[in-house]
């Protein structure tokens, strides 16, 4: 069995996660948080705050050293501003965390207020208060092809619909922290946190102090999750907690609580869309205009990818000859939004999904049918424009069905149903495809980089800087040398990763890191087996051969092998090393930004899934009974991990359909715990999760994989919501589908 390295270690508590770490010397620092949601800093009066036992010093903006931020990014500590409730205006470091808390209640700002806005709808108004001196538009992004309204003409049916979806919180177990101190041997900042993107918190680090970034180290802690909210909020931790260190020359540990993580991290955007979609009475789709409007809240963040995302995944899986989409994110005074596992693709399909469900039952016609009739397949041109090659939805829905057995699945609850008057249930279905990584709209350049070492008695070393944030990443790259190069799994070792001593694999986000940093460590293995293989048509005869159970083996005559070890020991007598430099990067793109068409993502992944619920009608409480979610991975490096990754993606899922939502009134967050922001538990999720993974080869990634981490989140929402509509009637258009929202029709919040 493939066993991941790290399961021990955190099965019986020794793993060492930041809030572990202890040192000698070591101060605390906490954060004073603006109570305003727009002002400027007037004073800051500390003099109460030092009087504390313990405290060493409070900080301001003005001991900043480097720059507190990048325009329009959070700041480490405000200036002269504050945008949003919980906004740092201050830090006090002590000599223990206590003392620390004691201060920040002592530390008095004053504030001129300023107006504030935290209606996104209502940001771009001619007398709307200005977020940033740029404006109050954080980007637009459009998919423009064909024409819709001369194609809204020529339709049977037209539909307009409205969606709204939920405020998210990542709520991983472990809350966000570093600790940081300057190394007494080389004068370096060295940073110990769990983040998912090292070297953009050295960035962010190094322009804080002020230094050169190989004056920085960061070096990853075990992570208790990530879900992409192990980012900004960890440059924030690191940054406050390297500041505190240099200035004190002291060590310091940053760590927040609950209450402060869910004050100040990053949620999922909110969303309020206007979907127009022309189809006629067969069902065929004609014309879409979406209209997008994202909640960004006070910075911008990665506003900029889920923005162009959302406007290029808008309409679905599905073939649409005329689209008019415009994805417009804005500011406001809430607390600021990133990506949260999918990068826009969970919001926009629950819109297009439900879309579906609601036109089918316009035509009443079969849900499925209707999918099937417009879904994506091989050589079809997208709503962008992009000619699709290795498209399998339509393989993904036929395993879903052979596995869910759709059609006496519904028999089976309509029997159910005709034979109860309090509950019923219901059966969803939603489809999905998902560009891989940045794409053509992404940010700066989407590569990774990787190295490989064979050493002389046959075992590997693997250099690579992806992020463990659970996902199983370094069990994923010994996977790729075991099965390229037949080197046995216990004899593969990954190194720990520190930004002083590797190249980047870039940031592990965006369903990235088995096609870019395995593809990376892919391309170095490639390049020692050829080498390899040179060494071994001495004892074979010929180049044409195979890596496998530490052996060569002629290709033509399994009879005919030698021993890896021989091959390899070849090599190093003649004085030939055998370390190689990976680098993976994504082509380029023929698109137009202009316009959003042409080839958006260089490669799709696909899926299907399946919900089966059952609602009390008095009630509104949503139990979801069983779930069948199928996802083509190309190629499946280890399938328990493959099978894991489904199910707490679908538990995820439920969440953010029935319960999640950060509850905020006038930009003040109401529930700053986990006892009233409510996350599924074991008894919200189906006794079985049933999780299908299809290998259908990708012709780029490592070995034919494919990304999973987002994707397995994305389409459970939908289909949790189509089934509640099944069972109940009921059609939920703002998330979540708690009970005032099934039972009234409408959202109770306020």
């Known amino acids: 069995m493939n066993h991941r390295r790290d399961v021990l270690t955190k099965v019986t508590g020794r793993a060492i996660y930041a809030n572990d770490i202890q040192m000698q010397d070591m101060v605390f620092c906490k954060v004073v948080r603006s109570t305003i949601a727009s002002g400027r800093i007037v004073s800051i009066d500390c003099s109460q705050a030092e009087k504390v036992p313990g405290v060493v010093k409070v900080f301001t903006a003005k001991d900043i050293p480097g720059i507190p931020n990048q325009p329009c990014d959070r700041p480490v500590i405000c200036g002269g501003r504050v945008r949003y409730i919980g906004d740092a205006v201050a830090l006090v470091a002590a000599e223990t965390r206590e003392q620390a808390e004691e201060a920040v209640k ?60 939920s405020r998210v919180q990542h709520v991983c177990i472990e809350t966000e922290a570093a600790v940081a101190y300057r190394d007494p041997n080389t004068s370096e900042m060295i940073v110990r946190c769990p983040v998912n993107s090292p070297f953009v918190i050295r960035k962010t680090v ?40 240099s200035i004190l020359n002291r060590p310091c540990k940053v760590w927040l609580t609950r209450e402060e993580s869910i004050m100040e991290g990053t949620k999922r955007h909110p969303i309020h869309a206007h979907y127009k979609v022309g189809f006629n009475r067969d069902g065929m789709l004609q014309a879409m205009q979406v209209r997008l409007v994202l909640d960004g809240g006070a910075y911008k963040s990665k506003t900029f990818p889920v923005t162009t995302r959302m406007a290029i995944e808008a309409a679905g899986p599905y073939i649409v000859p005329n689209i008019d989409t415009i994805s417009t994110s804005v500011y406001t005074n809430n607390v600021y939004s990133d990506a949260l596992r999918g990068f826009g693709s969970p919001q926009v399909d629950f819109c297009s999904e439900s879309l579906m469900d609601e036109i089918a039952k316009e035509l009443d016609m079969d849900p499925v049918e209707l999918r099937k009739k417009n879904m994506l397949y091989e050589g079809c041109t997208s709503t962008t424009g992009q000619h699709m090659t290795n498209v399998t939805l339509d393989k993904c829905y036929e395993a879903l069905d052979e596995h869910a057995k759709i059609a006496q699945r519904r028999e089976r609850i309509a029997a159910y149903n005709a034979s109860h008057n309090s509950t019923k249930k219901g059966l969803g279905i939603a489809f999905l495809h ?183 009608l008095k009630t509104g409480a949503v139990s979801v009974d069983d779930y069948f979610a199928v996802h083509d991975v190309g190629h499946a490096m280890d399938k328990e991990e493959v099978v894991g990754q489904i199910r707490g993606g679908v538990a995820m899922g439920i969440g953010y359909a029935l319960t999640e939502e950060v509850d905020m009134k006038d ?84």
């Open 434 to 616: 998902r560009g891989e990584s940045f794409g053509a709209a992404g940010q700066g350049i989407d590569t990774a980089s990787g190295m490989i070492a064979v050493q002389p008695d046959g075992s590997v070393t693997v250099a690579s800087s992806i992020a463990e944030v659970g996902q199983g990443g370094p069990n994923m790259l010994i996977s790729v040398v075991h099965e390229t190069l037949g080197v046995e799994r216990d004899k593969i070792r990954v190194s720990p990763v520190d930004t002083g001593f590797l190249t980047d694999a870039g940031p592990t986000v965006a369903t990235r890191g088995t096609v870019f940093s395995g593809g990376a460590v892919w391309k170095a293995c490639l390049s020692v087996r050829e080498k390899l293989a040179g060494y071994a048509e001495k004892h074979l005869g010929t180049k044409d051969v195979v890596f496998a159970n530490e052996t060569v083996t002629d290709a033509a005559n399994p009879d005919n092998s030698v021993p890896l070890l021989t091959v390899i020991t070849d090599a190093f007598n003649n004085s030939d090393h055998l370390n190689s430099l990976g680098y993976f990067a994504a082509p380029p793109f023929n698109y137009d930004r202009n316009t959003g068409v042409g080839d958006a993502y260089w490669s799709w992944v696909y899926g299907a899934a399946a919900a089966e619920v059952t609602v009390d």
């Open 206 to 245: 190094a322009e804080t102090l002020g230094l050169p970034q190989t004056r920085v180290r960061v070096i990853l802690a075990t992570i208790g999750a990530s879900f992409g909210g192990k980012n900004y909020d960890i440059a924030m931790a690191s940054s406050r907690a390297a500041l505190v260190a």
């Open 667 to 750: 930009g003040r967050i109401r529930n700053l715990n986990l006892e009233n922001y409510i996350v599924p538990t074991a008894l919200d999720v189906p006794d079985q999760i049933h999780a299908i993974a299809l290998e259908y080869p990708s012709e780029i990634g490592p070995l034919g994989a494919k990304g999973l981490g987002e994707p397995a989140t994305c389409n459970v929402a939908p289909a949790i919501i189509n089934a509640i509509d099944n069972a109940c009637g009921k059609r939920v258009r703002e998330l979540p589908a708690d009970l005032e929202r099934i039972v009234l029709g409408h959202s109770m919040k306020k």
């Open 106 to 165: 002592l530390v008095k700002v004053e504030y001129e207020e300023l107006p504030a806005n935290f209606d996104p709808m209502h940001a771009l108004d001619e007398d709307a208060p200005q977020i940033h001196d740029s404006g109050n538009v954080i980007c637009k992004w459009k998919t423009q092809r064909g024409d819709v309204e001369a194609a809204f003409q020529q339709c049977d049916h037209i539909m307009e619909r409205d969606y709204v979806t």
